[in-house]
């Protein structure tokens, strides 16, 4: 592969990518902490819940679920959860919903919430990723700059001159 290529991807695997789950996850975490300081309570139920399998052959938990403002408008939800649950939730199931009065469309199931914890280990786990991103750019430079290098002559000294 050419420099252009391997550059391209590393930095679309090791930056571009993390920055994007990185601005996801505390702005998830930002919704979570405004709900709980603002957030409405409302009662809402599970329309459709369902397993899928992911592209690398894992389980995911797919719940979609629909809760009423108290003027009677129904907003729609979903979340979804790696891995099997012990039972999935039947059609008509409760779940609790938290959502801005404002701006219901902003809203998170009980339950669902993401927490500090699971913020600051995501952060870090993404932020040493970066790095090994940022060591194997640093190596790809230096084996290019290695590479371009003519190998060092020799100098052999006259004959005769000994010192």
Known sequence: MDLGNNLMMLVL????????????????????????????????????????????????????????????????????????????????????VLYLAHNPNRHQCVGQEVGLVKTLLWLVFMVCWMGLGGFALMKEFQNREAASKPPPSRTLKPQGEYY
């Open 13 to 96: 695997f090791f930056f571009i990518i993390p920055l994007g789950l990185m601005v996801h996850l505390l702005l998830s975490h930002e919704l979570t902490l405004k709900l709980r300081a603002e957030g409405l309570h409302a009662h809402g139920s599970v329309v459709h819940a369902y397993q899928e399998r992911t592209p690398d052959d894992s389980l995911r938990t797919v719940v979609e679920y629909v809760f009423h403002l108290p003027g009677g408008e129904e907003i729609h939800g979903r979340y979804e959860e790696s891995g099997s649950l012990a039972r999935l939730p039947d059609e008509g199931d409760p779940v609790g």
